[in-house]
């Protein structure tokens, strides 16, 4: 049985999850990364996709992130998201509604830098239309 | 003197209003709860970026590099007023008292020398403030189609707000809003957002030497400073509306309260007077009756 620690997943209108768990599978902009019990205290940005959660129960939980970033002590986890939703929720409207918005933002920005980092967010979030269920 | 029918009028619209204000104290109140409910489910975030951005800040206050929005452009001329007030007035001093804080900041900085801008949020500040800087004013945004105020509305005004400060168009932002303390009591409150300033950043340097960024502290620094400006915002907006809908609440208590008060001073003239011509009446009588 892997230890427990506490993770917090919040969004700026409210705190979507508090509990025990094992294990998360957090979508970090280097990469996918597991955390588990007494990881180095790390800090790393996210970019939008799927957060796995394994409670201490058994259950496993997932939630859609759209950026953000994750604090990470050897003790906890805190998830600060941009937004989120339980996966349940998150529908293939809401995240087309997400696409067409940005489409329309990167149309009309001027920095390049400011561009280059939507079209990062789109491919995020085309790459996660293909993992929802329909 | 007001006649018998006058008064009786005079009575029946007051009451009119009470039931009014009666009715606008009640959906103040649950929506006063809906609000300060709203209020609260934020705090945990903002609570945890301020922790997260006071470390990293106070690791790199020696930085030469830091982003601008942390160390400010080192300039002090150009100030941005961002005015965040109600949508709507019947809020007894809530509109003003955020208003005044802002017109005395705004005047003293001009008396200084120095060129204020401002940004309105909100129909009622802007009606007001347009009247003494209109040249001031350089962008308004309202949330009156808005029945839920979420964290997009919030960022809508912090894209704003960035897009001035890239553009190199202003060196100071100051926040104005209602801080939320009691039903009976909301305090107008400004609150410098850039250069950010964090309440205690002494307390998170210890802890930031242990952490590994990814990808790297600058780039993290850089991506967190624009969100948290957005934080703050949607932060002072919903204390905002909570302040609005307990101001309003007590506005109305007060207005309900006059208007018993003043049904009751209608109500005993009302009496006398219909007292009085009675007797008026009986005396008529009897003095006729006499002379015969």
Do not use: W
């Amino acid at each position: 049985m892997a230890n427990a620690f506490d993770f917090e997943l919040v969004s700026p209108e409210r705190l979507l999850l508090s509990e025990k768990v094992t294990e998360v599978v957090i979508p970090a902009t280097l990469g996918e990364m597991t955390v588990l019990a007494n990881h180095a205290p790390t800090m790393t940005t996210i970019k939008s996709g799927l957060v796995t959660v394994r409670l201490a129960s058994g259950q496993v939980a997932k939630y859609v992130v759209f950026g953000g970033f994750a604090d990470i002590l050897p003790t906890g986890c805190t998830l600060l998201a941009e937004s989120a939703v339980p996966e349940s929720e998150a529908s293939r409207d809401l995240l087309d509604k997400k696409i067409k918005d940005l489409r329309s933002e990167i149309d009309n920005t001027l920095s390049d830098d400011h561009r280059t980092k939507l079209e990062h967010m789109l491919a995020d979030l085309t790459h996660l239309g293909g993992t929802l269920p329909a | 003197m007001p006649s018998l029918k006058d008064l009786k009028n005079r009575i029946a619209s007051v009451k009119a209003t009470q039931k009014i204000t009666k009715a606008m104290k009640m959906v103040a109140a649950a929506k006063l709860r809906r609000a300060q409910e709203a209020a609260e489910a934020a705090r945990p975030y903002a609570e945890r970026m301020n922790r997260v951005l006071a470390s990293l800040s106070a690791a790199n206050a020696e930085n030469a590099e830091a982003p601008l929005l942390l160390k400010g452009t080192g300039k002090n001329q150009v100030h941005l007023l961002i005015v965040a007030t109600g949508e709507r007035g019947l809020a007894g001093g809530f509109n003003s008292s955020i208003i005044r804080m802002a017109r005395d900041h705004a005047l003293k900085l001009i008396s200084e020398g120095k060129t204020v801008k401002i940004l309105t949020v909100g129909r009622k500040g802007n009606d007001i403030l347009r009247r003494t800087f209109r040249e001031n004013i350089v962008d308004y945004v309202t949330f009156r189609e808005v029945k839920q105020l979420g964290f997009v509305n919030a960022n809508e005004v912090a894209q704003k707000v960035l897009a001035l400060f890239n553009a190199g168009e202003f060196d100071v932002a100051t926040l104005f809003y209602a801080r939320f303390q009691s039903v009976i009591s909301q305090v107008a409150t400004a609150q410098q957002i850039i250069p950010a300033k964090f309440e205690d950043a002494a307390a998170g340097s210890s802890a930031s030497a242990l952490y590994e960024y990814e990808p790297g502290e600058q780039e993290i620094l850089e991506d967190l400073l624009p969100r948290n400006i957005a934080v703050q915002i949607f932060r002072a907006l919903l204390e905002n509306n909570a302040s609005f809908y307990g101001a309003q609440m007590s506005a109305m208590d007060n207005a309900t309260r006059n208007a018993g008060e003043m049904i009751n001073k209608l109500t005993l003239s009302y009496n006398r007077q219909r007292q009085a011509q009675i007797t008026k009446e009986l005396i008529e009588i009897i003095s006729g009756a006499e002379a015969l």
